[in-house]
């Protein structure tokens, strides 16, 4: 089973409003990530979890608030976005170690900030 | 800091070869990624050459590896309809299985 899940699969929210999207995968993979993707843009990454524990910040704005509650899961908080933070999020998993390791991607939750 | 290479567009007919290109500047990359993504849809992992390897073929797709032109190629015979997507090529970057994607190349195969 090479799946990753995300919920919900589509989001819209409003600026003042709080919300979470939500990422599982059941490989044993103990790497996370978040990716964020424009319209005709490769993803650009946002967050790492290795081991349950926040590896890479790529200075994502602190109304991004990623959270990783056991090895299976991986959660994004999301409060006060703008309109421009409307895109594709992306959640991956891979093995974690020394060494590259192929990602898994799920299908993505498609967010609208109006 | 790593760039990773691929033209845009490339537009086929059923049944004909693609070849897809990717360039990347990185020599020391362990292994080398084909993404898909259809439209609305996450990314798919089609398939990974390591370094050391110049060709590796699983069922229609081929990749090729020219390491001392860091150029890499993934082509697909008898392309289909639903082979139309955008195809990312990747690389490794930094640690943690991080990856650097091409812009993508928006495959379009018509009947």
């Known amino acids: 089973d090479t799946e990753v899940t995300q919920t919900p699969k589509h989001l819209v929210m409003g600026m003042t409003n709080k919300k979470s999207l939500k990422c599982e995968q059941h490989m044993g993979h103990r790497a996370m990530y978040w990716y964020k993707q424009k319209a005709k843009k490769p993803p650009e990454l946002m967050f790492v979890?290795?081991?349950?524990?926040?590896?890479i910040n790529e200075s994502v704005p602190s109304r991004f608030s990623p959270e990783c509650p056991n090895s299976s899961l991986l959660n994004l908080h999301l409060h006060a976005l703008q309109p421009e933070d409307s895109a594709l999020y992306l959640c991956a998993s891979s093995r974690a170690g020394t060494g590259y390791y192929e990602q898994y991607f799920g299908p993505g939750t498609r967010l609208t900030v109006t | 800091g790593e760039d990773v290479e691929q033209s845009l567009f490339l537009s086929v007919r059923e049944g004909d070869s693609s070849v897809i290109n990717c360039t990347y500047t990185d020599s020391s990359s362990t292994y080398l990624y084909w993404y898909k993504q259809e439209p609305g849809a996450g990314l798919q992992l089609l398939t990974y050459?390591?370094?050391?390897?110049d060709m590796k073929q699983d069922q229609r797709l081929t990749v090729l590896l020219n390491k001392k032109d860091k150029h890499l190629s993934l082509r697909i015979a008898d392309t289909q309809t639903g082979d139309s997507a955008i195809y990312f090529c990747?690389?490794?970057?930094?640690?943690?299985?991080?990856?650097?994607f091409g812009k993508g190349t928006m495959l379009l195969v018509s009947p």
């Open positions: 050459i390591f370094s050391n390897m």
């Open positions: 990747a690389e490794p970057s930094g640690g943690y299985s991080t990856l650097t």
């Open positions: 979890y290795s081991y349950e524990k926040l590896s």
